[in-house]
């Protein structure tokens, strides 16, 4: 049995490789791991031959060949899902009480708001977001076309969001007015509101190789390029740069220090890496 935290002593032999096996993975099921950062995929890929008793990366792609529901596991292994309601609550606070705000500020009775959750998991950041709009907006909310696009590359994921039913631990950053009034309890689990849900439009995007929603007012994207290579995370930037409308925002992780410095974007919120849209004319 292969030492979980090692490489395989084939990865350096051409047709062994892991770089073969993501390459494999790509062809046969269109899940693109390959410019994901090595290090991170290598260690999530090693859980896997170590749980199925494996030493190689070659023996891993048999294995897939033989099991093609061995897919389903690894991938359940390298797209992780865990998330929860209001992650990091000061910078959901920020969000409330300045981005929002500035948002309604150039919209009128009528216009759309369009919010697109990049790498949205099981829908915990969409539907934090949909409850945000509801509470400041109030019964003004009918008077806005509000889109909230929420997107994965993995389905299993996604109808899990779809449903929006959530265990309490997963809410322990939400608040008892919001717990109140837009969940309802049902068998020890918590069910997101139908009015949160329909403001939440779910659907398979894969970022890196799918063109982006456009004409957005903010992107919700965290903790999801940390798991890329830096030229992958720039070109996936550029993307969202084009994505936003002018003055747009976008909303990382706190670990993702990506756009510090960028030319492209404007700190709003370091700390909280929360930045605003620099229009393309302004680069020049």
């Given at each position: 049995?292969?030492?979980?935290?090692?490489p395989?002593?084939?990865?350096?032999?051409?047709?062994?490789?892991?770089?073969?096996?993501?390459?494999?993975?790509?062809?046969?099921?269109?899940?693109?791991?390959?410019?994901?950062?090595?290090a991170?995929v290598?260690?999530?890929?090693?859980?896997?031959?170590?749980?199925?008793?494996?030493?190689t990366?070659?023996?891993?792609?048999?294995?897939l060949?033989?099991?093609?529901?061995?897919?389903?596991?690894?991938?359940?292994?390298?797209?992780?899902?865990?998330?929860?309601?209001?992650?990091?609550?000061e910078?959901?606070?920020?969000?409330?009480?300045?981005?929002?705000?500035?948002?309604?500020?150039?919209?009128?009775?009528g216009?759309?708001?369009r919010?697109?959750?990049?790498?949205?998991?099981?829908?915990?950041?969409?539907?934090?977001?949909?409850?945000?709009?509801?509470?400041?907006?109030g019964?003004s909310?009918?008077?806005?076309?509000?889109r909230?696009?929420?997107?994965?590359?993995?389905?299993?994921?996604?109808?899990?969001?779809?449903r929006?039913?959530?265990?309490?631990?997963?809410?322990?950053?939400?608040?008892?007015?919001?717990?109140?009034?837009?969940?309802?309890?049902?068998?020890?689990?918590?069910?997101?509101?139908?009015?949160?849900?329909?403001?939440?439009a779910?659907g398979?995007?894969?970022?890196?190789s799918?063109?982006?929603?456009?004409?957005?007012d903010?992107?919700?994207?965290?903790?999801?390029?940390?798991?890329?290579?830096?030229?992958?995370?720039?070109?996936?930037?550029?993307?969202?740069?084009?994505?936003?409308?002018?003055?747009?925002?976008?909303?990382?992780?706190?670990?993702?220090?990506?756009?510090?410095?960028?030319?492209?974007?404007?700190?709003?919120?370091?700390?909280?890496?929360?930045?605003?849209?620099?229009?393309?004319?302004?680069?020049?």
């Amino acid at each position: 049995m292969p030492d979980e935290s090692k490489p395989p002593e084939t990865d350096d032999q051409e047709h062994g490789s892991l770089g073969a096996l993501l390459q494999k993975i790509y062809t046969e099921r269109g899940y693109d791991f390959r410019e994901y950062k090595k290090a991170s995929v290598q260690r999530r890929v090693n859980k896997r031959l170590f749980e199925n008793h494996l030493s190689t990366y070659l023996q891993y792609a048999e294995l897939l060949d033989k099991d093609p529901e061995e897919y389903t596991s690894l991938f359940d292994t390298l797209l992780i899902n865990v998330s929860e309601f209001f992650r990091d609550p000061e910078a959901w606070d920020i969000m409330a009480n300045e981005i929002i705000p500035k948002i309604m500020e150039k919209k009128s009775k009528g216009d759309a708001i369009r919010i697109w959750s990049a790498g949205c998991a099981v829908g915990e950041e969409p539907y934090s977001m949909a409850i945000l709009l509801a509470d400041k907006l109030g019964d003004s909310v009918k008077d806005y076309e509000i889109r909230i696009y929420a997107t994965d590359i993995d389905e299993k994921a996604l109808n899990e969001a779809r449903r929006g039913i959530f265990p309490q631990e997963r809410l322990k950053n939400v608040k008892k007015a919001y717990l109140d009034k837009y969940f309802a309890k049902e068998d020890g689990l918590y069910r997101v509101h139908r009015n949160i849900r329909q403001m939440v439009a779910f659907g398979r995007q894969d970022m890196v190789s799918d063109p982006p929603i456009s004409h957005l007012d903010l992107i919700i994207c965290r903790n999801v390029l940390i798991y890329f290579k830096a030229e992958l995370q720039n070109r996936i930037t550029i993307k969202f740069h084009y994505a936003l409308n002018k003055n747009g925002f976008i909303f990382f992780g706190k670990s993702e220090s990506l756009l510090v410095g960028s030319k492209r974007f404007l700190p709003i919120n370091k700390k909280w890496r929360i930045f605003e849209r620099i229009s393309a004319k302004d680069l020049l």
